[in-house]
Protein backbone atom coordinates (compact mmCIF):
# COMPACT_ATOMS: atom_id res chain seq x y z
CA UNK A 1 0.00 0.00 0.00
CA UNK A 2 0.83 3.68 -0.03
CA UNK A 3 3.69 4.35 2.32
CA UNK A 4 3.57 6.99 4.61
CA UNK A 5 7.82 7.72 4.28
CA UNK A 6 7.66 9.29 7.90
CA UNK A 7 5.99 6.84 9.54
CA UNK A 8 7.92 3.94 11.75
CA UNK A 9 11.50 4.46 13.13
CA UNK A 10 13.42 2.34 10.86
CA UNK A 11 13.68 -1.29 11.30
CA UNK A 12 13.62 -4.48 9.25
CA UNK A 13 12.02 -5.31 5.71
CA UNK A 14 13.26 -2.23 3.51
CA UNK A 15 9.93 -0.67 2.66
CA UNK A 16 7.06 -0.78 5.65
CA UNK A 17 5.63 -3.87 4.11
CA UNK A 18 6.49 -7.15 6.49
CA UNK A 19 7.55 -10.13 4.94
CA UNK A 20 6.46 -12.67 7.43
CA UNK A 21 7.11 -16.86 6.66
CA UNK A 22 4.40 -18.52 8.20
CA UNK A 23 5.07 -22.15 9.30
CA UNK A 24 1.32 -23.40 10.39
CA UNK A 25 0.89 -27.45 11.72
CA UNK A 26 -1.09 -28.35 8.69
CA UNK A 27 -5.31 -29.01 8.57
CA UNK A 28 -5.78 -31.58 11.02
CA UNK A 29 -8.91 -30.07 13.00
CA UNK A 30 -11.87 -27.77 13.13
CA UNK A 31 -10.06 -25.37 15.40
CA UNK A 32 -6.75 -25.33 12.91
CA UNK A 33 -8.94 -23.70 10.29
CA UNK A 34 -10.36 -20.88 12.86
CA UNK A 35 -6.60 -20.43 13.94
CA UNK A 36 -5.40 -20.31 10.39
CA UNK A 37 -8.14 -17.40 9.23
CA UNK A 38 -7.54 -15.63 11.71
CA UNK A 39 -3.64 -15.10 11.55
CA UNK A 40 -4.57 -14.48 7.41
CA UNK A 41 -6.51 -12.11 8.64
CA UNK A 42 -4.30 -10.39 10.77
CA UNK A 43 -1.54 -10.46 8.18
CA UNK A 44 -3.07 -8.82 5.34
CA UNK A 45 -1.82 -6.60 2.49
CA UNK A 46 -3.73 -4.02 4.10
CA UNK A 47 -2.14 -4.27 7.79
CA UNK A 48 0.86 -4.02 5.71
CA UNK A 49 2.56 -7.76 6.17
CA UNK A 50 3.31 -10.21 2.90
CA UNK A 51 2.35 -13.48 4.24
CA UNK A 52 4.44 -16.25 3.21
CA UNK A 53 2.22 -19.43 4.41
CA UNK A 54 2.98 -23.36 4.82
CA UNK A 55 0.99 -25.56 6.09
CA UNK A 56 2.96 -29.05 7.03
CA UNK A 57 0.35 -31.79 7.36
CA UNK A 58 1.39 -32.62 10.81
CA UNK A 59 4.90 -33.54 9.43
CA UNK A 60 7.58 -32.24 11.98
CA UNK A 61 10.26 -32.62 9.54
CA UNK A 62 8.93 -31.02 6.83
CA UNK A 63 7.46 -28.08 9.08
CA UNK A 64 11.22 -27.61 10.09
CA UNK A 65 12.22 -27.85 6.16
CA UNK A 66 9.69 -24.81 5.61
CA UNK A 67 10.74 -22.78 8.17
CA UNK A 68 14.37 -22.92 6.83
CA UNK A 69 12.73 -22.34 3.44
CA UNK A 70 11.55 -18.82 5.24
CA UNK A 71 15.27 -18.35 5.95
CA UNK A 72 16.96 -18.81 3.05
CA UNK A 73 14.35 -16.28 1.47
CA UNK A 74 15.71 -13.60 3.95
CA UNK A 75 11.84 -13.03 5.37
CA UNK A 76 11.79 -10.65 8.07
CA UNK A 77 10.48 -12.72 10.65
CA UNK A 78 8.73 -16.16 11.07
CA UNK A 79 6.17 -17.39 12.59
CA UNK A 80 5.54 -20.92 13.80
CA UNK A 81 3.02 -23.05 15.43
CA UNK A 82 4.84 -25.99 16.04
CA UNK A 83 3.83 -29.74 16.21
CA UNK A 84 5.68 -30.99 18.79
CA UNK A 85 7.86 -29.32 21.19
CA UNK A 86 11.34 -30.94 20.35
CA UNK A 87 13.66 -30.87 17.61
CA UNK A 88 13.91 -27.06 17.30
CA UNK A 89 17.19 -25.88 18.51
CA UNK A 90 19.16 -26.09 15.65
CA UNK A 91 16.80 -24.22 13.07
CA UNK A 92 15.89 -21.32 15.79
CA UNK A 93 19.55 -21.02 16.02
CA UNK A 94 19.81 -20.62 12.17
CA UNK A 95 17.35 -18.34 12.30
CA UNK A 96 18.86 -16.08 15.30
CA UNK A 97 22.35 -16.40 13.50
CA UNK A 98 20.89 -14.89 9.90
CA UNK A 99 19.14 -12.49 12.20
CA UNK A 100 15.27 -13.12 11.47
CA UNK A 101 13.26 -13.00 14.74
CA UNK A 102 10.91 -15.80 15.23
CA UNK A 103 7.32 -15.90 17.44
CA UNK A 104 5.65 -18.42 18.59
CA UNK A 105 1.94 -18.76 18.37
CA UNK A 106 -0.36 -21.45 19.60
CA UNK A 107 2.10 -24.23 20.86
CA UNK A 108 5.34 -23.83 22.10
CA UNK A 109 8.59 -25.75 21.88
CA UNK A 110 11.19 -27.31 24.66
CA UNK A 111 13.97 -25.06 23.12
CA UNK A 112 15.59 -22.25 25.17
CA UNK A 113 13.49 -19.00 25.55
CA UNK A 114 16.85 -17.39 24.10
CA UNK A 115 15.84 -18.80 20.49
CA UNK A 116 12.34 -16.94 20.47
CA UNK A 117 10.95 -13.77 20.97
CA UNK A 118 7.92 -14.15 22.03
CA UNK A 119 5.02 -17.06 22.72
CA UNK A 120 1.28 -15.72 22.22
CA UNK A 121 -0.60 -19.35 22.69
CA UNK A 122 -3.13 -20.79 25.72
CA UNK A 123 -2.24 -22.62 29.04
CA UNK A 124 -2.57 -25.82 27.94
CA UNK A 125 -2.31 -27.48 31.40
CA UNK A 126 -4.84 -24.96 32.55
CA UNK A 127 -7.29 -26.16 30.19
CA UNK A 128 -6.64 -29.66 31.52
CA UNK A 129 -7.46 -28.94 35.10
CA UNK A 130 -10.46 -27.62 34.38
CA UNK A 131 -11.31 -30.83 32.40
CA UNK A 132 -10.00 -32.63 35.35
CA UNK A 133 -11.82 -30.53 38.50
CA UNK A 134 -14.96 -31.16 36.38
CA UNK A 135 -14.83 -34.47 36.14
CA UNK A 136 -13.43 -34.90 39.64
CA UNK A 137 -16.55 -32.91 40.54
CA UNK A 138 -19.21 -35.11 38.55
CA UNK A 139 -17.81 -38.42 38.37
CA UNK A 140 -14.99 -38.44 41.33
CA UNK A 141 -16.90 -40.19 43.72
CA UNK A 142 -17.79 -43.52 42.38
CA UNK A 143 -15.36 -45.91 40.51
CA UNK A 144 -15.19 -44.61 36.63
CA UNK A 145 -13.29 -45.89 34.45
CA UNK A 146 -12.33 -43.64 31.65
CA UNK A 147 -9.96 -44.14 28.09
CA UNK A 148 -8.12 -40.61 27.26
CA UNK A 149 -7.34 -39.31 23.49
CA UNK A 150 -4.25 -38.01 23.26
CA UNK A 151 -3.29 -35.29 20.88
CA UNK A 152 -0.66 -35.27 18.67
CA UNK A 153 2.18 -37.70 20.17
CA UNK A 154 5.05 -34.67 21.66
CA UNK A 155 3.05 -31.78 21.21
CA UNK A 156 2.67 -29.20 24.11
CA UNK A 157 -1.33 -29.14 24.30
CA UNK A 158 -1.18 -32.93 24.44
CA UNK A 159 1.42 -33.14 27.34
CA UNK A 160 -0.02 -30.23 29.07
CA UNK A 161 -3.57 -31.12 29.12
CA UNK A 162 -2.47 -35.11 30.49
CA UNK A 163 -0.69 -33.40 32.81
CA UNK A 164 -2.82 -30.65 34.02
CA UNK A 165 -5.88 -33.62 33.81
CA UNK A 166 -4.15 -35.89 36.05
CA UNK A 167 -3.39 -33.39 38.64
CA UNK A 168 -6.85 -32.47 39.25
CA UNK A 169 -8.22 -36.02 38.97
CA UNK A 170 -5.54 -37.38 41.76
CA UNK A 171 -7.30 -39.42 44.85
CA UNK A 172 -10.41 -39.46 42.97
CA UNK A 173 -12.49 -42.94 42.03
CA UNK A 174 -11.64 -42.02 38.12
CA UNK A 175 -9.11 -44.86 36.80
CA UNK A 176 -7.02 -44.15 33.53
CA UNK A 177 -7.65 -47.36 31.79
CA UNK A 178 -5.98 -46.59 28.62
CA UNK A 179 -4.51 -43.51 26.63
CA UNK A 180 -3.57 -43.20 22.87
CA UNK A 181 -3.13 -40.62 20.58
CA UNK A 182 -5.68 -39.65 17.94
CA UNK A 183 -3.53 -36.89 16.76
CA UNK A 184 -6.08 -34.97 17.52
CA UNK A 185 -7.98 -35.84 13.97
CA UNK A 186 -12.30 -37.10 13.73
CA UNK A 187 -10.60 -40.01 11.86
CA UNK A 188 -7.75 -40.71 14.39
CA UNK A 189 -10.50 -40.33 17.73
CA UNK A 190 -13.04 -42.31 16.00
CA UNK A 191 -9.97 -45.46 15.29
CA UNK A 192 -8.53 -45.16 18.49
CA UNK A 193 -11.81 -45.62 20.29
CA UNK A 194 -13.18 -48.54 17.80
CA UNK A 195 -10.01 -49.79 18.98
CA UNK A 196 -11.10 -49.34 23.03
CA UNK A 197 -14.54 -50.64 22.59
CA UNK A 198 -13.07 -53.68 20.76
CA UNK A 199 -10.24 -54.55 23.87
CA UNK A 200 -12.63 -53.06 26.38
CA UNK A 201 -16.27 -53.77 26.20
CA UNK A 202 -18.80 -50.93 25.63
CA UNK A 203 -19.98 -51.49 28.95
CA UNK A 204 -16.82 -51.33 30.61
CA UNK A 205 -15.79 -47.47 29.37
CA UNK A 206 -17.75 -44.75 31.53
CA UNK A 207 -15.28 -41.56 30.77
CA UNK A 208 -14.04 -40.24 27.45
CA UNK A 209 -11.19 -37.52 28.13
CA UNK A 210 -10.71 -35.75 24.71
CA UNK A 211 -7.48 -33.12 24.11
CA UNK A 212 -9.60 -31.76 21.47
CA UNK A 213 -13.55 -31.47 19.90
CA UNK A 214 -12.18 -33.03 16.65
CA UNK A 215 -11.39 -36.16 18.34
CA UNK A 216 -14.41 -36.20 20.43
CA UNK A 217 -16.42 -36.23 17.72
CA UNK A 218 -14.98 -39.05 16.47
CA UNK A 219 -15.41 -41.34 19.32
CA UNK A 220 -19.28 -40.30 19.35
CA UNK A 221 -19.30 -41.94 15.90
CA UNK A 222 -17.63 -45.32 17.16
CA UNK A 223 -19.96 -45.32 20.14
CA UNK A 224 -23.05 -45.06 18.29
CA UNK A 225 -21.61 -47.49 16.06
CA UNK A 226 -21.28 -49.87 18.72
CA UNK A 227 -25.17 -49.27 20.08
CA UNK A 228 -24.28 -46.95 23.09
CA UNK A 229 -25.27 -43.25 23.72
CA UNK A 230 -22.44 -40.49 23.90
CA UNK A 231 -22.96 -38.06 26.55
CA UNK A 232 -25.00 -41.00 28.66
CA UNK A 233 -23.73 -44.38 28.68
CA UNK A 234 -20.27 -42.97 28.21
CA UNK A 235 -19.76 -39.31 29.43
CA UNK A 236 -17.48 -37.48 27.08
CA UNK A 237 -15.31 -34.42 28.22
CA UNK A 238 -13.21 -32.27 25.73
CA UNK A 239 -11.31 -29.85 24.60
CA UNK A 240 -11.34 -26.64 22.02
CA UNK A 241 -15.21 -25.74 21.93
CA UNK A 242 -14.98 -25.30 18.15
CA UNK A 243 -18.95 -25.08 16.61
CA UNK A 244 -19.34 -28.66 15.96
CA UNK A 245 -17.94 -29.81 19.26
CA UNK A 246 -20.52 -26.94 20.97
CA UNK A 247 -22.92 -28.44 18.96
CA UNK A 248 -22.45 -31.81 20.71
CA UNK A 249 -22.71 -30.48 24.04
CA UNK A 250 -25.89 -28.81 23.05
CA UNK A 251 -27.38 -31.99 21.85
CA UNK A 252 -25.95 -33.94 24.79
CA UNK A 253 -23.68 -35.99 23.16
CA UNK A 254 -20.67 -34.32 24.81
CA UNK A 255 -21.16 -33.64 28.81
CA UNK A 256 -18.04 -30.47 29.15
CA UNK A 257 -16.02 -28.50 26.97
CA UNK A 258 -12.79 -26.68 27.87
CA UNK A 259 -12.49 -23.47 25.52
CA UNK A 260 -8.96 -23.35 23.76
CA UNK A 261 -8.80 -19.67 21.70
CA UNK A 262 -7.67 -20.18 18.84
CA UNK A 263 -8.16 -16.07 17.68
CA UNK A 264 -4.99 -15.64 18.12
CA UNK A 265 -3.93 -14.04 14.92
CA UNK A 266 -4.41 -9.86 16.03
CA UNK A 267 -2.05 -10.42 18.79
CA UNK A 268 0.75 -12.45 16.88
CA UNK A 269 0.96 -9.26 14.31
CA UNK A 270 1.36 -7.12 16.88
CA UNK A 271 4.17 -9.11 18.40
CA UNK A 272 6.04 -8.95 14.67
CA UNK A 273 5.67 -5.53 14.23
CA UNK A 274 6.49 -4.42 17.88
CA UNK A 275 10.02 -7.14 17.11
CA UNK A 276 10.62 -5.15 13.58
CA UNK A 277 10.11 -1.67 15.73
CA UNK A 278 12.69 -2.89 18.46
CA UNK A 279 10.13 -2.40 20.57
CA UNK A 280 9.54 -4.10 24.09
CA UNK A 281 7.77 -7.12 23.48
CA UNK A 282 6.31 -9.45 26.20
CA UNK A 283 7.60 -12.85 25.58
CA UNK A 284 4.39 -14.98 26.99
CA UNK A 285 1.37 -13.92 26.58
CA UNK A 286 -1.76 -16.13 27.11
CA UNK A 287 -5.04 -16.04 25.11
CA UNK A 288 -8.26 -16.26 27.92
CA UNK A 289 -9.94 -19.95 27.75
CA UNK A 290 -13.52 -20.27 28.83
CA UNK A 291 -15.38 -23.28 29.97
CA UNK A 292 -19.24 -24.84 29.22
CA UNK A 293 -21.32 -27.24 30.27
CA UNK A 294 -25.33 -27.80 28.52
CA UNK A 295 -26.66 -24.91 29.82
CA UNK A 296 -23.72 -22.67 28.93
CA UNK A 297 -23.04 -23.96 25.75
CA UNK A 298 -26.76 -22.86 24.68
CA UNK A 299 -26.68 -19.53 25.72
CA UNK A 300 -23.11 -19.20 24.04
CA UNK A 301 -23.53 -21.10 20.37
CA UNK A 302 -25.06 -18.46 18.44
CA UNK A 303 -22.60 -15.71 18.87
CA UNK A 304 -19.56 -17.88 19.24
CA UNK A 305 -17.28 -16.85 16.21
CA UNK A 306 -15.84 -20.15 15.10
C1 LIG B 1 -4.23 -26.07 20.89
C2 LIG B 1 -3.96 -26.53 19.48
C3 LIG B 1 -4.54 -27.88 19.26
C4 LIG B 1 -6.07 -27.91 19.36
C5 LIG B 1 -6.37 -28.94 18.35
O1 LIG B 1 -3.88 -24.74 21.02
O2 LIG B 1 -2.57 -26.58 19.24
O3 LIG B 1 -4.20 -28.31 17.95
O4 LIG B 1 -6.54 -28.23 20.64
C6 LIG B 1 -5.43 -28.54 17.23
O5 LIG B 1 -7.72 -28.95 17.91
O6 LIG B 1 -5.31 -29.51 16.28
Same mark, same amino acid.
Given at each position: ????????? &???????????? #???????????????????????????????????????????????????????????????????????????????????????????????????????????????????????????????????????????????????????????????? &?????????????? #?????????????????????????????????????????????????????????????????????????????????? &?????????????????????????????
Amino acid at each position: GSSDAASGD &GGGGGGDTIVVG #FAQTGSESGWRSANTESMKTAFSEDNGFELVFNAADNDTAAQIAAVRGFINQGVDAIVIAPIVEDGWDDVLTEAADAGIPVILEDRTVSASEDLYAAWIGLDFEEEGVKAGEWAAEMYGDEETKMVVLEGTTGSAPANDRATGFDAAIEGTMIEKIDSQT &GDFTRDGGKSVMEG #FIQNYGVDNIDLVYAHNDDMALGAIEAIEAAGAVPGEDIKIISIDAVHDGMQALVDGKINYIVECNPLLGDLVAAAVTGVIN &GDDVEAVQYVEDLAFDQAAAEAALPDRKY
